[in-house]
């Protein structure tokens, strides 16, 4: 090589190996005893590595540059991680997403042979492949310069703990092994899905980033990073946490565009949302975090609404998200009415507890497709305490309420009202059933929607 930079080429997978033979004697029959090795590849490893040689002889020099400096240790200023991720931002398909067969290994690879006049073979970059083997070898540096910062955010959670090994992985290792790679490299389904999705989780950091995305709030390239990278992290922890079957684990991009949620059906996500929510191993402020950032997402998707829009936030966003949310209100709610009543707060229990009722029957209608649309420019629905209860009467009188619910509503609404007048006794054992009504309200609803 005439450019000889040392660097650890290990950073690239080997998922095997190709050794092309020439018969030691000319015109020998060709029997493998017989064969000596001409070429011989790593794959895909040795075609990265190619990219990079040919990178120099080709003086491509903005490239040159940046693997100069990731070669050589230097500390990557902002500047130097956009331009690498300008060269992964881009619709190129990626060699992993093919099936690999016996037929033509090497163009699936995206490499070929060539040969020269004196009969010398080398293996060379398809032409047609070069956009994806240049975007797959910077994807390898971009996941080596951050694969410290990444690992050790992921360390912040257990993900271990949850795992019990089925199949092995190529290391052989015991213990859950995560890859942020894309090529496979475990037979361990839950394993290898988990380093799906934080691979995704990554990836989807660093879109988040090339597309300007709340980069601006941040004040340098690797405070972006290891921010937005945990709270991904987390979301995949608390799905991965409360999944019976682990191999069902993917990542959900809440923490980005709620486009990238087409694919995800209104069933799924609120699964995931209340799994992450109620999950005992999700840490408060992680779950506040989440709860903000959803409503900061369905905000800003509801404000810049377009016509082609309205289907997505009207069969997904609003009837999915909105329940979750309103879901989380009336939890909170019951948890307030609870509090007042140990302080002794009766009247201002008796409230809290009208208005959990409230959040819980907005939940069980959201979940009936029968609760309004939002208002223009704010995530609050075209409703009125009215207009509520007559969507609790049409509950009773299609069968999914009984008699018995309604009249349970009424009575903690009735006590509410007259705790507006500064005569009504409302006593500690009032409050105390409010509370037993709320609850049970509350129990009937999840046991509809669950």
């Not at 090529?183 to 990554?202: H, I, V």
């Not at 879901?327 to 009415?337: C, F, G, L, Q, Y």
Request: net charge negative; charged share 30%.
């Amino acid at each position: 090589m005439k450019n000889k930079i040392e660097f650890n080429a290990g950073i690239y997978p080997k998922v095997m190996s190709l050794t092309l033979g020439k018969p030691i004697k000319p015109n020998h029959d060709n029997i493998a005893n017989n064969m000596e090795p001409e070429l011989t590849i790593d794959l895909p490893r040795g075609v990265y590595l190619l990219y990079i040689q040919n990178m120099f002889d080709e003086h491509i020099k903005k490239e040159i540059k940046l693997f100069k400096k990731y070669a050589y240790g230097v500390v990557f200023e902002d500047s130097d991680y956009s331009s690498l991720l300008d060269l992964i931002m881009t619709n190129t398909p990626r060699n992993w997403t093919q099936s690999v067969d016996n037929k033509d290994i090497l163009s699936k690879f995206g490499i070929g042979i060539s040969e020269d006049v004196n009969g010398k073979k080398r293996f060379v970059i398809l032409q047609e492949a070069k956009d994806t083997i240049r975007v797959e070898t910077w994807e390898g540096i971009i996941i080596d310069l951050l694969r410290h910062s990444a690992m050790e955010i992921i360390d912040c959670f257990d993900f271990d703990g949850h795992f019990s090994r089925i199949n092995e992985n190529d290391s052989k290792n015991e213990k859950l092994t995560i890859s942020l790679g894309a090529w496979k490299f475990s037979s361990d389904k839950a394993e290898q899905n988990l380093s799906n999705a934080l691979r995704a989780a990554f990836m989807f950091t660093l879109v988040g980033y090339h597309s300007g995305d709340r980069k601006n709030q941040y004040s340098s390239f690797m405070d972006y990073f290891e921010s937005e990278f945990y709270k991904r992290v987390s979301l995949v922890f608390g799905i991965w946490s409360s999944l019976q079957d682990k191999s069902k684990i993917k990542y959900v991009p809440l923490y980005d565009s709620f486009y990238n949620l087409t694919s995800t059906s209104k069933s799924e996500l609120i699964d995931v949302l209340k799994a992450i929510l109620d999950n005992e191993y999700t840490a408060v402020d992680e779950k506040q975090t989440l709860k903000d950032q959803l409503i900061l997402s369905a905000g800003e998707f509801h404000d810049n609404i377009s016509a082609s829009d309205i289907q997505l936030e009207q069969t997904l966003i609003k009837p999915a998200i909105n329940l979750v949310l309103l879901r989380e209100k009336a939890k909170e709610t019951i948890t307030s009415a609870e509090i007042l009543l140990t302080e002794g707060r009766y009247m201002d229990c008796a409230n809290r507890c009208y208005y959990a009722m409230m959040f819980t029957l907005k939940v069980l209608l959201e979940y009936q497709g029968k609760l309004a649309n939002w208002k223009v420019n704010e995530l609050k629905e075209k409703e009125s305490h009215e207009s509520l209860e007559r969507g609790l009467n049409d509950l009773v009188n299609s069968g999914v309420l009984l008699v018995a619910d309604k009249a349970d509503f009424d009575y903690v609404k009735a006590q509410r009202l007259k705790c507006d007048y500064s005569l009504y006794c409302f006593r500690k054992e009032d409050a105390e059933y409010c509370v037993i009504l709320i609850k049970n309200f509350f129990s009937k609803v999840e046991s509809i929607i669950n």
